[in-house]
């Protein structure tokens, strides 16, 4: 099952990014079967709603394009009486952006209470019994070094991610991509981002939150 919700998020991405525009062809079912583990009547469901949806075309002895109604398609899916949810996806690709660009702020404006937050977000972390528990002090962390810019606006931003966190496709997903080994991997990342944090040492910090970016949507998303 994520495999297949892998792969519609891959799309979706590739179609609101535009890296596949109207005409794009895209990759053929054995290579969607391929890379992400699926059969190929998987694929082919996939591949069946986003049709539906008027978001890619299928050219019998051709192959599978992007439509050319790509554009409005998803403009109209978006606006849909407010029904469409952000999906994981999106919220990755913003969270690789906003986060790693408020590293410098933090480090400029962090205090000592900031840095107690952040600590105790990953205690509290480390020592959750649930995987509930973990993403919600997981949520918290980011939350912490987001507020530690003194920013109101950028503290806005972030809650409103993590109420998006709360929406039940990334649950789901979540719950499905987690092991301890995992968990113990993103523990680790954080301890690290809060360490270069401290230190004020900012292109550490960088490097290590996309990093930690990274992975999480790696094993989130399988891309």
């Known amino acids: ?5 892998a792969l519609r998020e891959a799309i979706l991405e590739n179609l ?4 596949w525009r109207a005409g794009h062809r895209i990759p053929t079912e054995r290579e969607l079967s391929g890379q992400f583990g699926l059969s ?8 069946a709603d986003m049709k539906d949806k008027r978001l890619i ?5 051709s192959g599978t394009y992007v439509s050319d109604e790509v554009n409005e398609a998803l403009a109209a899916a978006a606006s849909s009486v407010g029904q469409l949810p952000t999906s ?15 590293v410098a702020m933090v480090v400029g404006n962090a205090t000592s209470l900031d840095f107690a937050r952040m600590n105790e977000c990953c205690d509290k972390g480390e020592a959750a019994k649930t995987l509930e528990q973990f993403e919600h002090w997981d949520a918290q962390l980011h939350e912490a070094i987001a507020d530690a810019a003194h920013n109101s606006f950028i503290s806005k931003v972030f809650r409103l991610m993590n109420q998006v ?6 649950g789901a997903l979540k719950r499905r991509s987690a092991t ?6 993103y523990q680790s990342e954080h301890r690290a981002l809060v360490a270069a944090l401290q230190d ?11 990093a930690h970016l990274d992975h999480v949507r790696r094993n989130l998303l399988g891309f």
């Open 1 to 5: 099952m994520d495999s297949a919700v």
């Open 16 to 19: 609101r990014s535009r890296q």
């Open 40 to 47: 190929r009547s998987a694929v082919r469901r996939v591949l």
């Open 57 to 61: 075309v299928q050219t019998v002895g």
């Open 88 to 102: 994981p996806a999106e919220l990755m690709s913003a969270r690789a952006v906003l986060e790693p660009a408020i």
């Open 165 to 170: 966190r709360e929406q039940g496709e990334w």
């Open 180 to 185: 301890p080994e995992r968990r113990r991997e």
């Open 200 to 210: 004020r040492d900012g292109a550490r910090a960088t490097a290590l939150c996309l």
